[in-house]
Protein backbone atom coordinates (compact mmCIF):
# COMPACT_ATOMS: atom_id res chain seq x y z
CA UNK A 1 0.00 0.00 0.00
CA UNK A 2 1.48 3.46 -0.93
CA UNK A 3 1.73 5.73 1.82
CA UNK A 4 -0.46 8.93 0.61
CA UNK A 5 -0.38 12.21 2.19
CA UNK A 6 -3.69 14.15 2.25
CA UNK A 7 -3.51 17.88 1.03
CA UNK A 8 -6.95 18.54 2.34
CA UNK A 9 -8.05 19.52 5.72
CA UNK A 10 -10.58 20.24 7.32
CA UNK A 11 -11.42 23.62 9.34
CA UNK A 12 -9.71 21.81 12.38
CA UNK A 13 -6.53 20.92 10.90
CA UNK A 14 -7.48 16.96 10.40
CA UNK A 15 -7.10 15.39 7.10
CA UNK A 16 -10.17 15.06 4.86
CA UNK A 17 -11.20 11.66 3.83
CA UNK A 18 -9.23 9.57 6.05
CA UNK A 19 -11.11 6.88 8.15
CA UNK A 20 -9.27 5.47 11.13
CA UNK A 21 -9.73 2.01 11.40
CA UNK A 22 -8.59 -0.68 14.02
CA UNK A 23 -6.72 -1.69 11.18
CA UNK A 24 -5.00 1.73 10.53
CA UNK A 25 -5.75 4.63 8.15
CA UNK A 26 -7.05 4.61 5.20
CA UNK A 27 -8.20 7.24 2.44
CA UNK A 28 -11.67 6.80 1.51
CA UNK A 29 -11.37 7.62 -2.59
CA UNK A 30 -12.40 6.05 -5.81
CA UNK A 31 -10.11 3.54 -7.26
CA UNK A 32 -7.73 5.29 -9.88
CA UNK A 33 -7.77 4.99 -13.62
CA UNK A 34 -4.35 3.78 -13.71
CA UNK A 35 -3.64 0.42 -11.92
CA UNK A 36 0.10 -0.21 -11.60
CA UNK A 37 0.13 -2.98 -9.03
CA UNK A 38 -1.29 -5.49 -11.39
CA UNK A 39 1.00 -8.72 -12.86
CA UNK A 40 0.46 -11.51 -15.03
CA UNK A 41 -0.12 -15.00 -13.23
CA UNK A 42 3.59 -16.41 -12.95
CA UNK A 43 4.52 -20.34 -13.06
CA UNK A 44 4.52 -20.39 -9.09
CA UNK A 45 1.15 -18.46 -8.30
CA UNK A 46 -1.68 -20.79 -7.07
CA UNK A 47 -4.08 -19.27 -9.43
CA UNK A 48 -1.75 -19.84 -12.71
CA UNK A 49 -3.01 -21.91 -15.76
CA UNK A 50 -2.30 -23.00 -19.26
CA UNK A 51 -4.30 -20.23 -20.72
CA UNK A 52 -3.23 -18.10 -23.21
CA UNK A 53 -4.82 -15.06 -21.89
CA UNK A 54 -5.29 -15.48 -18.36
CA UNK A 55 -6.08 -12.67 -16.45
CA UNK A 56 -4.86 -11.99 -13.06
CA UNK A 57 -7.59 -12.31 -9.93
CA UNK A 58 -6.50 -9.21 -8.44
CA UNK A 59 -7.70 -7.02 -11.38
CA UNK A 60 -10.81 -8.91 -11.61
CA UNK A 61 -11.31 -8.14 -7.99
CA UNK A 62 -11.00 -4.93 -8.46
CA UNK A 63 -13.73 -5.00 -11.26
CA UNK A 64 -16.27 -6.96 -9.24
CA UNK A 65 -16.29 -5.02 -6.11
CA UNK A 66 -16.24 -1.78 -7.88
CA UNK A 67 -19.85 -3.39 -10.18
CA UNK A 68 -21.24 -5.56 -7.65
CA UNK A 69 -22.24 -6.56 -4.27
CA UNK A 70 -21.99 -9.57 -2.30
CA UNK A 71 -25.04 -11.87 -3.36
CA UNK A 72 -25.09 -9.98 -6.77
CA UNK A 73 -24.53 -12.78 -9.90
CA UNK A 74 -21.60 -12.14 -11.99
CA UNK A 75 -21.71 -13.21 -15.71
CA UNK A 76 -18.87 -14.41 -18.06
CA UNK A 77 -19.92 -15.38 -21.54
CA UNK A 78 -16.20 -16.31 -22.39
CA UNK A 79 -14.88 -17.93 -19.12
CA UNK A 80 -11.97 -19.06 -20.51
CA UNK A 81 -9.33 -20.23 -17.40
CA UNK A 82 -12.43 -19.70 -15.02
CA UNK A 83 -10.92 -16.46 -13.54
CA UNK A 84 -14.33 -14.10 -13.33
CA UNK A 85 -15.95 -16.87 -11.70
CA UNK A 86 -13.43 -17.89 -9.38
CA UNK A 87 -13.03 -14.30 -8.19
CA UNK A 88 -16.73 -14.09 -7.95
CA UNK A 89 -16.88 -17.18 -5.77
CA UNK A 90 -14.26 -16.04 -2.99
CA UNK A 91 -16.15 -12.51 -3.24
CA UNK A 92 -19.10 -14.04 -2.04
CA UNK A 93 -20.86 -13.36 -5.32
CA UNK A 94 -22.97 -16.04 -7.68
CA UNK A 95 -21.70 -16.33 -11.10
CA UNK A 96 -22.76 -17.90 -14.17
CA UNK A 97 -19.56 -18.90 -16.84
CA UNK A 98 -20.09 -20.07 -20.38
CA UNK A 99 -17.09 -21.53 -23.25
CA UNK A 100 -17.19 -22.82 -26.20
CA UNK A 101 -14.09 -25.03 -25.13
CA UNK A 102 -14.81 -28.01 -23.20
CA UNK A 103 -11.36 -28.22 -21.97
CA UNK A 104 -11.78 -24.42 -20.81
CA UNK A 105 -14.74 -25.47 -19.07
CA UNK A 106 -13.30 -28.19 -17.43
CA UNK A 107 -9.83 -25.81 -16.28
CA UNK A 108 -12.60 -23.62 -14.81
CA UNK A 109 -14.55 -26.29 -12.85
CA UNK A 110 -11.33 -27.29 -11.59
CA UNK A 111 -10.01 -23.64 -10.02
CA UNK A 112 -13.61 -23.67 -8.73
CA UNK A 113 -13.13 -26.68 -6.76
CA UNK A 114 -9.93 -25.09 -5.51
CA UNK A 115 -11.32 -21.89 -4.98
CA UNK A 116 -13.28 -23.12 -2.20
CA UNK A 117 -10.65 -24.49 -0.07
CA UNK A 118 -8.44 -21.47 -0.68
CA UNK A 119 -10.25 -18.22 -0.73
CA UNK A 120 -7.12 -16.56 -0.62
CA UNK A 121 -6.22 -13.28 -3.76
CA UNK A 122 -3.08 -11.98 -4.04
CA UNK A 123 -2.57 -9.03 -2.75
CA UNK A 124 -6.14 -8.65 -1.62
CA UNK A 125 -6.00 -8.57 2.15
CA UNK A 126 -8.84 -8.15 4.56
CA UNK A 127 -10.65 -5.83 2.20
CA UNK A 128 -7.55 -4.02 1.43
CA UNK A 129 -5.41 -4.02 -2.23
CA UNK A 130 -2.05 -3.72 -0.69
CA UNK A 131 0.77 -3.68 -3.56
CA UNK A 132 2.99 -6.91 -4.69
CA UNK A 133 5.66 -7.44 -2.07
CA UNK A 134 4.81 -5.42 0.81
CA UNK A 135 5.19 -5.71 4.33
CA UNK A 136 1.47 -6.36 4.82
CA UNK A 137 1.27 -8.17 1.99
CA UNK A 138 4.03 -11.02 3.12
CA UNK A 139 2.54 -10.26 6.59
CA UNK A 140 -0.70 -12.03 5.85
CA UNK A 141 1.32 -15.28 4.72
CA UNK A 142 3.62 -15.69 8.19
Given at each position: MRRVIAPYVDDSGKPK??????????RAT?????????TVPFWSMPENTDHPTQKPEKLIAKIILASSNPGDVV??????????????????RHYIGIDIDREFCCL???????????????????????????????????
Open positions: DWESTGRGRYHPSNIWTDLFDPYVGSGTTSVVAKKLGAEKRLERATLDKNIQGYTRGVFWERNTLAEQSKRS
